[in-house]
């Protein structure tokens, strides 16, 4: 399922996925310093909340791997609607 965040970048998201307030983003716990929110300055928060969200309610390797895979098809997305909003 796709959905449409406030910054304007359509992601590719969980069905159940709704964005929450209390979304810490990239990272969490002990990793949360290792796992930054930005790539070069562009916020990638976006991205991370909806893996976050499939990543906790999958239970096995597979649901794992899509959840990491959206991240990346997700993480890219974002910097493309960086590039093309920019003209970089």
């Not at 979304?23 to 290792?34: F, H």
Request: glycine share 8%.
């Amino acid at each position: 399922m796709n959905y449409k965040f406030p910054s304007g970048v359509v992601l590719s998201v969980h069905p159940d996925y709704t964005p929450r307030a209390e979304c810490d983003g990239c990272g969490s716990g002990w990793n949360k310093k290792l796992v930054p929110d930005t790539i070069y300055l562009l916020s990638i928060k976006e991205a991370c909340c909806p893996h976050d969200h499939r990543y906790g309610i999958g239970g096995t390797q597979e649901d794992k791997d899509i959840a990491d895979l959206e991240l990346l098809e997700n993480t890219l997305e974002i910097i493309n609607n960086y590039i093309v909003a920019n003209q970089v």
